[in-house]
C-alpha cells in the first residue's frame, strides 16, 4: 500500500529537509513584507496621491466618457513596486553579490573541505566500526 512506512518516513525526510523549510519560511516572511507594503501604499501613497492629484473624493481618479482612470491608484502601486524592489536589492543582492566577489578575490574563504588525511581517517574508522573493532584516534594510524 502507498502509506506504508517506506513512503511516510520519504515523505516526512523531504518535509524537513533545510531547503523546503527554508523556502516554507521566505514564503511566509515575503507574504508578510508584501502585506505590509501593500498596507503602506494603501493607508499612505494613494492618498497622498490623491492630495496631490487635486484632493477631494475625485483625488487621483479622472472620467472619461463615463469611465473612470483611477491613475492615482497606478502611480502607488508604482512606488510600492519600486520601494520592494529597492529594498530587496539592498537587503538581499547587494550583501549577496559582495560576500561572493570577496570570495572570488580571496579575501572571504569558502567552505573548509576536509583534508585526504581526515577522510582518510574517518574511512578507517569506519571499516573499523564495520569490522566491530573500537577506534583509537590518539595512537597511530593503522595499516588497512
Known sequence: MW??????KGFKDFLFRGNVVDL???????SA?????NAFASSFLTPLIGVIGGGGKLG????????????GEFVSQLITFVLTAAVLYFLV???????????????????????????LIEIRDLLRAQQ???TDRNGPPDEL
Open 3 to 8: 502509506l506504508d512506512g517506506r513512503v511516510l
Open 24 to 30: 516554507a519560511v521566505a514564503v511566509v516572511i515575503g
Open 33 to 37: 513584507f508584501t502585506a505590509l507594503v
Open 60 to 71: 487621483g481618479k479622472f472620467e472619461l466618457n463615463g469611465q473612470t482612470f483611477t491613475w
Open 93 to 119: 543582492v547587494m550583501p549577496l553579490h559582495r560576500l561572493l566577489q570577496r570570495r572570488v578575490r580571496g579575501e572571504e574563504p569558502g567552505p573548509v573541505a576536509p583534508t585526504e588525511t581526515e577522510l
Open 132 to 134: 566491530g573493532r573500537g
